[in-house]
């Protein structure tokens, strides 16, 4: 009887349409923060990418999207249904208007949605609650790149099959994840919770009045047991956190220099041992210009002057930057090899770097008095040539006339020499030996700070995905194939679902092992992931073929 049915509605002809497109959502009114469900309903089978919903992000916080497709035959009628269910969150009380949606030339009819201001916002009112999200900002006022620590506390008492934390967002700053997430439990309530705690370093670079939109918590919480012995059902939810106002200051018009803005800013300086001053003989001066909550881009250039009679050799100079809890530290390291070229008394000028302190909001210096040196004059004292001696040929009458080698003799000046360009020479093979071992260590520096740099750096995310992957790291992998996703293919966290279904749903299987409440989390296999990767990877190569191919270079 079933194959009958089936057999009818193939050979029946086609001759249904779109005519009616309809939109409601649950709650009208609803409040701030809380979890709207919009339902689009069409009378035909329709693909859901026919649908597009692009609008309601000019209000919304759009969450999980739900497609669904059903047919029916009834006494040799078919009927077709297409619903989309869609999950919004209005940020602020207020009044909006979910707009119309248009397929095919048949539209639905507009929404009318009154907002009102949640009863609670801390979330840490309300008692037995699954999922909670805190959030805190260090300040609320800042200036032109300083630095915001944006802190954000998950809280899961239940078991998530899904889970994702958007970042923050501000607009004309720099948002970068500090470390890695800190895992803990607290006990809020009576009730035993795991705490992710997640911090962000948030840099504005334009002046004026903004609003940062807070982090917002996308999830499935479990129902029931799951497994073997479950029926694995789950419910979505979404949790936004607040949004802040803040206060960006502009730069002071009377700072005199290159605008650098810290807690603290300190300059050091070390010369070559011993410290002894020779006309014609380098010596090597260090100056070391460390700040904190920083970044080693953000760090001046060391233009230092000498004075007329140093003659100044400046290497290249090393910029590096490390984590400590919080706190960046960045460092520009310069070295300079100084030869003197005339003897006497002389002053090394001051050198004054000038910042400007976050913490007392007043211009400073950070210094290094003058000092005081006298130039010797070169221990090489030059001594007239010693005379070359007379060579006599000694004339054989018999024998065949020969002529006796020529003797020649080097003055003490000229040994002087030698020694000295033997010296730099040496001196020249320690300094390049000291120079690679620095870079070294610098690359292991970076290799062990792999996490903290690939959300900081924005050149090359796929060089950072590619060793995680190799090291099987799964927080960086959770960090990094996000980035890697917005600059290789322009793909960002709201199209993910959309655009990449397949590797979508492999990253979510290692977001719910990351935050699965249980003692022991599963081991996840990154053989799907890889796949999933190269397979994307692959079309963007043959994509890129294709262009290339349309347009034959002459």
């Not at 201001?117 to 999922?131: C, G, I, M, R």
Request: proline share 6%; charged share 20%; with cysteine.
């Amino acid at each position: 009887m079933r194959i009958l049915i089936i057999l009818f509605t193939l050979l029946t002809p086609v001759c249904h349409a779109l005519s009616s497109l309809t939109a409601n959502v649950d709650r009208n009114p609803a409040m701030a923060g809380e979890t709207i469900v919009l339902t689009i309903s069409a009378d035909d089978n329709i693909n859901a990418n026919k649908l597009d919903t692009s609008a309601l992000l000019q209000q919304f916080v759009v969450g999980q999207t739900q497609v669904s497709r059903n047919t029916q035959v009834i006494n040799g009628k078919i009927s077709r249904q297409s619903r989309w269910i869609i999950h919004l969150i209005a940020r602020q009380p207020g009044q909006y208007t979910i707009p119309t949606f248009n397929i095919a030339g048949v539209s639905s009819q507009p929404i009318s949605l009154k907002v009102v201001k949640t009863v609670s916002s801390d979330h840490s009112n309300q008692k037995n609650q699954e999922v909670m999200l805190k959030t805190q900002l260090s300040a609320n006022s800042v200036y032109i790149g300083q630095q915001l620590v944006y802190t954000l506390k998950l809280y899961i008492g239940t078991s998530l099959q899904r889970a994702q934390l958007q970042t923050p967002e501000l607009a004309n700053a720099e948002i970068t994840q500090l470390g890695e997430d800190a895992d803990s439990n607290e006990i809020v309530n009576g009730r035993r919770y795991r705490v992710i705690t997640r911090r962000y370093s948030i840099r504005p670079n334009v002046a004026g009045h903004v609003e940062l939109q807070g982090s917002i918590f996308r999830g499935d919480i479990a129902l029931g047991k799951t497994g073997f012995f479950g029926n694995g059902r789950s419910k979505p939810m979404t949790l936004v956190s607040d949004n802040h106002r803040l206060e960006i200051k502009a730069i002071p018009e009377d700072f005199p220099g290159p605008w650098l803005v810290s807690d603290m800013v300190i300059l050091e300086q070390k010369w070559e041992q011993p410290t002894r001053f020779q006309v014609g003989h380098p010596i090597t001066r260090t100056l070391t210009l460390t700040a904190t909550n920083v970044t080693k881009e953000q760090l001046p250039t060391l233009d230092i002057k000498h004075g007329a009679n140093l003659q100044a050799y400046p290497d290249k100079p090393v910029s590096e930057q490390m984590l400590k809890g919080d706190i960046i530290i960045a460092q520009r390291i310069q070295k300079i090899a100084i030869i003197p070229s005339t003897a006497g008394p002389m002053t090394i000028p001051t050198v004054r770097i000038p910042w400007f302190n976050s913490v007392t909001e007043k211009t400073e210096w950070a210094t290094i008095a003058a000092m005081e040196v006298n130039i010797e004059p070169s221990s090489e004292i030059a001594q007239p040539l010693a005379p070359i001696p007379q060579v006599v040929p000694v004339v054989n009458p018999v024998a065949t006339p020969t002529v006796a080698p020529t003797v020649m003799t080097h003055s003490p000046t000229l040994k002087y020499w030698m020694v000295a360009c033997l010296l730099l020479a040496i001196l020249s093979m320690v300094l390049m030996m000291l120079f690679l071992r620095s870079r070294q260590q610098l690359q292991r520096f970076k290799q062990h700070q792999v996490r903290v740099k690939a959300v900081n750096c924005h050149d090359d995310y796929w060089s950072s995905l590619k060793l995680a992957l190799e090291n099987k790291d799964i927080a960086a992998i959770i960090q990094l194939l996000p980035l890697w996703l917005k600059q290789q293919h322009n793909i960002s966290q709201r199209q993910f679902e959309e655009k990449e279904p397949d590797l979508y749903q492999v990253y979510q299987e290692l977001l719910a092992n990351r935050y699965s409440s249980g003692v022991r989390q599963q081991q996840t296999s990154l053989k799907p992931l890889i796949k999933c990767i190269l397979t994307l990877k692959q079309q963007a190569k043959l994509s890129d073929k294709t262009v290339n191919s349309l347009y034959p270079k002459n």
